[in-house]
C-alpha cells in the first residue's frame, strides 16, 4: 500500500478569497495557454500542468458559484 498527497484536500485547501468571475476566466484561459505547452514526455511539467489547471479549474467554479449566490 503506497501513500501518496492528493492535488486538492478540502481541509487544507478552502478559499480565502474567491475571485471575480471575470478574473477568474481570464487566468483560466491565460493558465490554459501556457500549460498546453508543457511537454507531455516530462513528468515535472505534467505535474506542474495538473496542478496548475486543477486550481484555476477551482477558481472558476466558485466564481461561477458565487455569482449565481450557490456559495459565499
Known amino acids: 500500500m503506497s501513500t501518496y498527497n492528493p492535488l486538492h484536500d478540502p481541509q487544507k485547501d478552502a478559499h480565502v478569497v474567491i475571485p471575480a468571475l471575470q478574473q477568474a476566466i481570464d487566468r483560466a484561459r491565460k493558465v490554459l495557454d501556457e500549460k498546453a505547452k ?3 514526455h516530462d513528468q ?3 505535474i506542474r500542468a495538473a496542478y496548475g489547471l486543477h486550481y484555476v479549474l477551482h477558481d472558476l467554479l466558485a466564481a461561477l458559484e458565487a455569482e449565481r449566490g450557490d456559495r459565499a
Open 38 to 40: 508543457a511537454n507531455i
Open 44 to 46: 515535472d511539467e505534467m
